[in-house]
């Protein structure tokens, strides 16, 4: 642990209760059957991005606009939010839970890109998290994607937004998301906004195509 982050961890004990949950964690879960020197040094990893993490500017700049929603940059003064959606009951079913520590560590690791869903009147509905930022010219990946008010359209105009996003912004070659096979809801809207089942696994890996992309909207690559 560097200086730096003692120094946050006196002046703020709750980002120093998050950083060793996570640790504890991490511990008795991914990492129970690593050796000493592997989980020391994936604290060193994990240190540097969650400081990096904190040290990361509030910036919620929009990334993309729709008729109805918005994508906008998420910051650590989200994390509250980002949690409730993660937690509702509709959700939790379905999406994976961040704890504040590991959530604060990806603000601060390049590959990761956390995002809220927002409506015309600023109002927060959702959040999407992309991953594989550092190779995005040839796949970029929604690693999370999750809703409050259903019901509505709002998401699949997200996933519409994520697409423009992915192919018109960043110029991606496939964009690419998974669900456990049992979220039929969700593999349905999938499909229905542009998502092609990946074979063998019909149910819980889908992708869409640049060249798919460009072909159905009308675009160029």
Not at 23 to 49: C, I, M, Q, V
Not at 51 to 70: F, M, Y
Request: net charge negative.
């Amino acid at each position: 642990m560097t200086t730096e982050l003692q120094q946050i961890f006196t002046e703020n004990p709750h980002y120093k209760a998050a950083y060793d949950e996570f640790l504890e964690l991490h511990k008795n879960g991914y990492g129970k059957n690593s050796t000493p020197e592997e989980l020391a040094a994936f604290e060193g990893y994990y240190a540097r991005d969650f400081l990096n993490g904190l040290k990361a500017p509030e910036d919620t700049s929009v990334l993309i606009k729709g008729e109805r929603l918005t994508i906008r940059r998420a910051s650590l003064s989200d994390a509250d939010f980002m949690e409730k959606v993660e937690l509702d009951e509709d959700n939790s079913p379905w999406v994976g839970h961040w704890p504040l520590g590991w959530r604060i560590a990806k603000f601060g690791d390049g590959h990761m890109l956390q995002t809220i869903i927002e409506k015309a009147d600023g109002t927060p509905i959702g959040i999407m998290i992309f991953c594989d930022l550092m190779n995005y010219e040839a796949e970029l990946q929604l690693k999370r994607i999750a809703i409050l008010e259903k019901g509505r359209g709002y998401g699949k105009e997200a996933l519409y937004l994520a697409q423009k996003y992915a192919f018109e912004v960043l110029g991606t070659k496939c964009l690419s998301l998974g669900t456990k096979e049992h979220n039929t809801r969700a593999q349905s809207i999938y499909k229905a906004t542009g998502f092609t089942p990946d074979m063998p696994d019909p149910c819980t890996h889908f992708h869409v195509a640049a060249e798919d992309y460009f072909n159905r909207t009308g675009g160029q690559l």
